[in-house]
């Protein structure tokens, strides 16, 4: 295995004793089935099986990709497709334990036309995405009985809630989305109330599981919220060029970033801007061609969806390289 | 083939008729080497094919992935380069006709001992990104030249000026920035100026060829530079959920789109925000689960690069699917 100096750049680097902290610390705090670790924040089998033998078998999805991917590295004990689908076919085709989110009489029928026998009721509790009017939850979950389909209970989702970095605000509309969730709970029975996030994991008290998923690398985003998960993911990048107006430019750039929650950050430096293949930025101190930088991602998802492969190293030493393989639709 | 209602979405599709369109648009104004193609907004070997088979024989790359792409699908008879690199020996190694740029002593030295025999000088005309200043070129043609290596020019990119909507202010600072490469071509001497952009393709008149790339499949962003080239690029979504609220949600998100140029259009409806996997929109008419929808890209470049595959379309006919063959790095 080289070193992170033999490293052609941009690398996406994982931090292996940071990672298993906080995986450690959120298997801790809800273990075994409590914590439903969402797939879509990494894209990545080989961290999905570390998420497995710290015990949790259950796995959320947010892509039939990454559903066929967990039940082709045979971790499908029990997985969630927590998103929308009208053709399902795909996912009544595996051999594996599959559910999936439903919001409307269209995407019951494509569960049941498809072939996958379980569903969860997606319940809108206060973000304007998709999930049903929770008045309307009880009536959805007769016409999937009455069509042969499982409804094993209910899901929603405070995204709304789950980046602010107020703890106060966040518990207080933590507490209004659950209160309309076990509305729809009572209506519609079930086993399951499926919830939550990397920012609520701790304030979500309602849900028999919580689909974090940010938790294990993180993200200059969720390191606002004094959670106690830290950054183990970063962006490794060479300096090639400088000037004498102040600034120097990295080989990271938009392509390898992901930028939706705006730019990343540099260690010691102040980013100017990203280009496709480039950052511009003005380092605190002085800076050499051939230098390496730490790029700090905004957002985590899309930052690894970027990439093929990302680097765990221990220190200097490059330890594995995990293929980031359940990216694509 | 399929037909485009057969597509899972998000699927990426190219209007072949307006490709072929831009395509022979820049090849009646740029001819032959006039143009050399930027490979980067595409990543599409496919799509180079097009470009070489009405004339344009040389490209430019971003990244060495996109280089030993490009040689290993036959086109690589002068591919430039356009950014700096530290180890060169990838370069090196292909068998081909590579020009890289440098712009320090450092990356002349990477290219004399990654075996890559000519360079480009790149020079600063503006934009604070990789490029010498424009009075240090001779010096660094000459330590070039003394290490062996072929000094076919110079580069210099006037991205500053590219996007600027009003033709007049871009005119204006395409002069400036030319006039600095001038002065910096005099002093290197070579037979290559290699400039320019899709914003600038027909005002740099300096330039003995222009790096375009976006022209190919343009983007929303370009789109309001008035140019004689056509929106040929667009993101197939499917509506998974509606709402009395007014809005409706469908599966194109962050990681099907370059978010750098902000959020992207959609056809007859205002956009709210992009999640990882969705788009929440307020459509402007009646709108069911299960109704498609064209997302127009902001960025063409990060977006291409999110995909695998673009499928080319004829009307409603899918003609060809194309491989996006030279992503990552």
């Known amino acids: 295995m080289p070193f992170l100096g033999d490293l052609a750049t941009p690398a996406l680097v994982i931090d292996a004793a ?24 990494h894209k990545c089998t080989a961290l999905a099986r570390r998420q497995a033998a710290l015990g949790h078998r259950t796995f959320t999805c947010a892509t039939i990709r990454e559903v066929e ?23 009544g085709a595996l051999d594996a334990r599959v559910t999936v989110a439903v919001d409307s009489e269209e995407t019951i029928e494509a569960a049941a036309l498809g ?4 569903v969860l009721i997606d319940v809108n509790v206060g973000m304007p995405r998709c999930g049903c009017d929770p008045a309307d939850a009880a009536r959805l979950a007769d016409h999937a009985r009455a069509r042969g389909v499982e409804v094993r209970g209910v899901m929603g989702y405070e995204g709304h809630a789950m980046l602010l970095p107020d703890r106060t605000q966040r518990t207080s509309l ?6 309309s969730l076990a509305a729809a709970h009572a209506a519609v029975g079930g086993d399951v109330v499926s919830s939550g996030g990397t920012g609520t994991f ?25 959670l106690p998960f830290r950054p183990a993911l970063s962006l490794l990048g060479t300096v090639l060029s400088t000037s004498r107006a102040g600034h120097a430019v990295a080989d990271v750039g938009s392509k390898a970033l992901g930028m939706d929650h705006g730019p990343s950050a540099i260690d010691d430096a102040d980013v100017w801007f990203f280009s496709d293949e480039h950052v511009t930025f003005a380092p605190h101190r002085p800076t050499r061609v051939g230098d390496r930088v730490r790029v700090r991602p905004a957002h985590v998802d899309p930052t690894m ?16 390289t995990w293929l980031i393989d359940l990216r694509g639709w």
């Open 174 to 179: 933590v507490a209004n989305a659950m209160e």
């Open 202 to 226: 701790d304030l979500n008290t309602l849900a028999t599981e919580i689909q974090a998923g940010s938790y294990a690398l993180m993200d200059t985003a969720y390191a606002k919220l004094a």
């Open 69 to 91: 991917g967990l039940v082709a590295a045979g971790l499908a004990d029990d997985v969630l497709l927590a998103n929308e689908v009208l053709d399902a076919r795909r996912l």
């Open 18 to 41: 940071l990672l298993d902290a906080n995986l450690r610390t959120m298997a801790a705090a809800l273990p075994g089935a409590r914590l439903r670790p969402h797939v879509k924040a």
């Open 305 to 320: 969806a970027c990439h093929e492969r990302v680097y765990l190293v221990d220190g200097d030493r490059v330890v594995d």
């Open 115 to 118: 072939g996958v026998s379980a």
